[in-house]
């Protein structure tokens, strides 16, 4: 198994920036990619950003492309979620989960086996 720990989350006004940062532990060699996922209020959990635990390749969806970045520190099996210029509509809860399935892909929410206990994000305008 893997645990997750987010932390990071907060409130902060439109044009803000937080760091959201996500700790694994457990079976952290298992890990292929982690990913940042969403969901606002009423709203199905979204794809954010991947990265990737070896190459470090990275993925972004659309509306997070350019604000947002995602990096990682192997040695303390942690991944971060750099959030700069923040909108309204960025509010969520945020999780991070570790994909440990191969050959599936990585922007779906049933793709994943481990989840954080999510941190929330409000962005006020």
């Known amino acids: 198994q893997v645990q997750l720990v987010e932390s990071g989350g907060g409130l902060v006004q439109a044009g803000g920036s937080l760091r959201l940062s996500c700790a694994a532990s457990?079976?952290?060699?298992?890990?292929?990619?982690i990913t940042w996922f969403r969901q606002a209020p009423g709203k199905e959990r979204q794809f954010v950003a991947s990265?990737?635990?070896?190459?470090?390749?990275?993925v972004y969806a659309d509306s997070v492309k350019g604000r947002f970045t995602i990096s990682r520190d192997n040695r303390k099996n942690t991944v971060y979620l750099q959030m700069n210029s923040l909108k309204p509509e960025d509010t969520a809860v945020y999780y991070c989960?570790?994909?440990?399935?191969?050959?599936?892909?990585?922007?779906?929410?049933?793709?994943?086996?481990?989840w954080g206990q999510g941190t929330q994000v409000t962005v006020s305008s």
């Open positions: 457990g079976r952290t060699l298992s890990i292929i990619d």
């Open positions: 989960a570790p994909r440990t399935r191969p050959y599936v892909s990585r922007y779906l929410v049933g793709n994943y086996d481990y």
């Open positions: 990265i990737s635990m070896s190459g470090g390749d990275t």
